[in-house]
């Protein structure tokens, strides 16, 4: 379980990874999302290790069963913000850095097509 000021922590860190001026805004992540877990998915970009480990973090989230048990209120539902978070935070993160991926790969083939 995250504490509290390690959530906020983690929350922040995001907002200012998103809006870090020249960097891919919240939408573009957003809309990256399906493209980079295809590109996952076919082998082209990153590792399915990450994917996986992504996918476990939906489940947890979705499943019934907890490390903590959400009848114990503010704890139990506090894991599962957390991972939440975690979640967020990944998936925005690396979609962010798919798109500078992305960029790359298409100026690459621009200056290939001029030469």
């Keep these: ?3 509290k000021p390690a959530r906020a922590a983690a929350a ?14 919240l939408m573009t992540r957003v809309r990256a999302i399906p493209r980079m877990l295809g590109a996952i998915m076919s082998g082209r970009y990153g590792s399915r290790g990450r994917l996986a480990l992504l996918g476990l973090g939906v489940v ?12 114990l209120m503010l704890i139990g539902v506090a ?3 957390g991972v939440f978070l975690w979640l967020i935070g990944t ?3 690396e979609s962010g850095r798919y798109v500078e991926h992305e960029r790359t790969v298409i100026q690459g083939r621009l200056l290939e097509n001029e030469g």
């Design 12 to 25: 922040w860190r995001t907002y200012r990874e998103v809006t870090k001026p020249g960097s891919p805004g």
């Design 91 to 93: 998936l925005l993160g």
């Design 60 to 71: 947890y989230i979705l499943s019934p069963i907890d490390v903590v048990p959400d009848f």
């Design 79 to 81: 894991d599962d913000f």
């Design 1 to 3: 379980m995250m504490a």
